[in-house]
């Protein structure tokens, strides 16, 4: 695909090669979301963003990955605090929003939404997830990581063997990073959900049409066993018909300590989209995998403003010109070790 001037709606848009040229420019610009280098590539360049459904990282760390190549965001967060609340149209809000940005990320509860939204705008949109579809930047920012990790443990991408857990059914960071294993080679996938909340049979039917396994499984022991990643999910309480629905699910499956050591491998590395539900009742994942080495949720979180970088400067077409408008950073900064590498916190 060019990305140059394109809309990020659903990860079926990718082949393998653009997820590859993507990485390359997200490793390019490391030192800058390291705050080692400064840029100014995109200074007077404007970000909308546009979270009409709760978010702490998605949406703060797109708008910093824009602030570090030089660009301003606006945010409007609420749906309330919008015209939305006064019957006005996505079109219309889109003809608007474009009209006064470079790029818009946009967030909403809506399945579909983003898309419509994106029809009417005269500017690039980024899907910030869009109800229990599609959420094609955290799947990117996953996918980065998995690469990293795996790395680092001498393995490759293609072979993978991986077990997702939880909320298949409403969780959309899962939904897309299903589809972009895909376009690896010889995946392993174990499905593992309380009945009910199994994946989608059209997400299933991508990885098994791309010749690769899928597995169901409804015992959490059974499904984690064997695999190079662990990725854990919070049931998605918001995309319930009640909360009592929701409550039903809640606390079936918990990762903790001593089930990661006597299922998986010493290595196997720990992911989680964030956020974790640390409600006695529900801990999908439990405090106490804290201070194992293996736990990447922190790595994934700082990958996101790296991936999100590179979208940026993809989209708008300035790879090329991100170091003409670079300089060292002058303040004091903890210095950070590359994620992934050096201290694992
Ligand atoms: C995810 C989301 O919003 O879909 N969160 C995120 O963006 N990191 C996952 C979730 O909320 O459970």
């Known amino acids: 695909m060019d990305f140059v001037g394109s809309h990020i709606l659903s990860v079926d848009q990718f082949a393998r090669g653009d997820i590859d040229r993507l990485f390359a420019v997200a490793d390019a610009l490391a030192p800058f979301a390291r705050r080692e280098r400064i840029t100014r590539v995109l200074q007077g360049a404007i970000l909308s963003n546009m979270f009409f459904e709760p978010s702490t990282r998605t949406r703060v760390s797109f708008g910093c990955a824009f602030n570090l190549l030089g660009g301003d965001v606006r945010e409007t967060t609420e749906v309330k605090s919008s015209a939305l609340a006064k019957g006005e149209s996505l079109h219309d809000t889109a003809r608007v929003l474009s009209g006064y940005s470079d790029v818009i990320v946009m967030r909403h509860p809506q399945e579909g939404s983003v898309a419509e939204f994106a029809t009417a705008s005269r500017v690039p949109v980024i899907n910030g997830g869009d109800g229990a579809n599609e959420h094609p930047s955290q799947a990117l920012l996953d996918l980065y990581t998995v690469r990293q990790e795996i790395r680092a443990r001498g393995r490759t991408m293609d072979g993978l063997r991986i077990a997702v857990v939880g909320d298949l059914k409403f969780g959309r960071a899962v939904h897309s990073l299903l589809k972009l294993l895909a376009l690896f080679e010889g995946i392993s996938v174990n499905l593992v959900s309380p009945p009910g909340l199994e994946a989608p049979s059209d997400v299933v039917s991508v990885l098994s049409n791309a010749g690769h396994e899928a597995g169901v499984y409804?015992?959490?022991?059974?499904?984690?066993?064997?695999?190079?990643?662990?990725?854990?999910?919070?049931?998605q309480e918001e995309r319930f018909a009640s909360p009592e629905e929701a409550d039903r699910y809640r606390g079936l499956f918990r990762v903790n300590e001593a089930i990661y050591t006597e299922h998986c491998e010493p290595n196997t590395v720990i992911m989680?989209?964030?956020?974790?539900?640390?409600?006695?009742?529900?801990?999908?994942?439990?405090?106490?995998?804290?201070?194992?080495?293996?736990?990447?949720?922190?790595?994934?979180?700082?990958?996101?403003?790296?991936?999100?970088?590179?979208?940026?400067?993809?989209?708008?077409?300035?790879?090329?010109?991100v170091h003409d408008h670079a300089r060292p950073v002058t303040w004091y900064t903890a210095r950070r070790t590359p994620s992934g590498l050096g201290t694992r916190s």
């Open 218 to 235: 409804h015992d959490l022991g059974d499904g984690i066993h064997h695999v190079d990643i662990l990725y854990v999910t919070r049931t």
């Open 272 to 321: 989680h989209p964030l956020p974790r539900d640390s409600r006695a009742q529900a801990q999908e994942l439990d405090e106490d995998l804290n201070a194992n080495p293996n736990l990447a949720i922190f790595r994934q979180t700082d990958n996101g403003v790296v991936v999100r970088m590179a979208l940026f400067a993809m989209i708008l077409d300035v790879v090329d010109q």
